[in-house]
């Protein structure tokens, strides 16, 4: 266990003070800071609500169970289990480049919550694939740069954050596939109509 602590801060080093540059530095925390999502996150639900027609609608009410799922899980259940302390407090000479609470490190909820979004868009929009990933591997990379997460905390909330995007979907395929065979039973019993005397 110990080796795996000290790789993990070895990385967390390197990405957060070898790999530092004025134009990250600057970049970095605007993208990290959850607030700054808001305003984009929500013109996305509104267009999906007035132009994305049903499926649209659908996807926001995913969006809403899976995001409550990872995020629930990750802060309130796994953080407070495993206890971990950020790096920007126990780590020496850390580029801590925002304000971090004291709360625990391990996963990253910013990973998990972004790759649930990006797992959910990408089976709904395959499309728009890549771009989902890297907007998730982006806001994962910033957690480290700016200092309040390690490489691990981001890789875990990404498998988190995914994993519960795939159980909820798994849950709406059989759910549908219930549902349809439910109206394919209802159709059918309509169209034989009233036994004969």
């Not at 995001?67 to 020496?92: A, M, Y």
């Not at 625990?104 to 990973?111: G, I, L, M, Q, V």
């Not at 596939?177 to 034989?192: F, I, M, N």
């Amino acid at each position: 266990m110990e080796w795996i602590i000290q790789l993990d801060t070895a990385l967390f080093l390197f990405f957060n003070k070898t790999l530092a540059n004025g134009f990250f530095d600057v970049i970095m925390p605007f993208i990290t800071e959850s607030d700054h999502w808001r305003i984009p996150i929500a013109l996305i639900v509104l267009g999906l609500l007035i132009f994305g027609g049903r499926k649209g609608r659908w996807v926001v009410l995913l969006v809403i169970i899976i995001i409550t799922l990872s995020d629930q899980l990750s802060s309130h259940v796994v953080k407070p289990w495993i206890g971990r302390t950020r790096p920007c407090f126990v780590v020496e000479d850390v580029r801590q480049l925002i304000r971090q609470s004291r709360s625990f490190s391990f996963p990253s909820s910013h990973a998990a919550n972004m790759s649930a979004m990006a797992f959910l868009f990408s089976w709904k929009y395959p499309k728009g694939t890549w771009i989902f990933i890297a907007i998730a591997l982006t806001v994962g990379y910033s957690r480290i740069y700016v200092g309040v997460h390690y490489p691990f905390d981001v890789v875990f909330g990404f498998m988190l954050g995914s994993a519960c995007a795939a159980v909820v979907l798994i849950m709406e395929s059989r759910i549908r596939r219930v549902w349809k065979k439910h109206q394919k039973k209802t159709y059918s019993e309509d169209d034989a109509g009233p036994a004969a005397d």
